[in-house]
């Protein structure tokens, strides 16, 4: 569960709406690691999500909050183990659904400042720290030793395309030669 001291679900009807509500989610061990499980990581050391919900006009609520995580990823050239510190911010506007303009189908859609999200019963924190490190982790981890693999790796000169392919066209206008050569012949 959550080591912060609060929990990792707010119910919205039990929020108050004069005051922001904070938070401080750190998922403890089991649900790090279903977090790295579900995300593919090797392991996930650290995490928190941290912050407030900022009751808005019209219901609408404003989710700003510090990411925080220690991630294991392999390295997507030799497999080693990667680990990345991420410090990321969170902001995402929860708005009653009713409030949020559905485009008529094939029109142009204008993308809003802010992520907007239907304003569910529950917010579930979990998974906005889930969602939010999906998007925050590094798409192609290296480690030092493919780094250094890609520094001692000889550069292949590079060819000169002229001559390593011929010409395609040069091959159409050979057969165009022949072709009239060959009606000339018959005349």
């Not at 039990?14 to 649900?31: Q, S």
């Not at 030793?145 to 890609?150: H, N, T, W």
Request: proline share 10%; glycine share 6%; net charge negative.
């Amino acid at each position: 569960m959550d080591r912060g001291g609060n929990s990792a679900r707010l119910r919205v009807s039990t929020m108050r709406r004069d005051v922001p509500t904070e938070f401080d989610l750190r998922p403890d061990a089991d649900d790090r690691a279903a977090i790295a499980g579900q995300l593919g990581l090797l392991g996930l050391r650290k995490a928190r999500l941290a912050g407030k919900l900022t009751p808005e006009a019209g219901g609408a609520y404003r989710l700003t909050a510090e990411l925080g995580a220690t991630v294991v990823q392999p390295c997507v050239v030799t497999l080693d183990p990667v680990t990345t510190r991420i410090d990321e911010q969170v902001s995402l506007l929860f708005r009653p659904a009713q409030q949020i303009a559905e485009p008529d189908p094939g029109s142009e859609v204008e993308v809003p400042e802010d992520e907007e999200e239907p304003l569910p019963d529950v917010i579930d924190l979990r998974t906005i720290l889930t969602e939010a490190l999906s998007l925050a982790l590094p798409p192609y981890p290296r480690s030092e030793a493919a780094e250094k693999m890609a520094e001692a790796a000889p550069e292949a000169p590079e060819e000169d395309l002229s001559e390593s392919r011929p010409n395609p066209f040069a091959g159409l206008s050979e057969l165009r030669d022949r072709l009239s050569k060959g009606e000339k012949d018959e005349d």
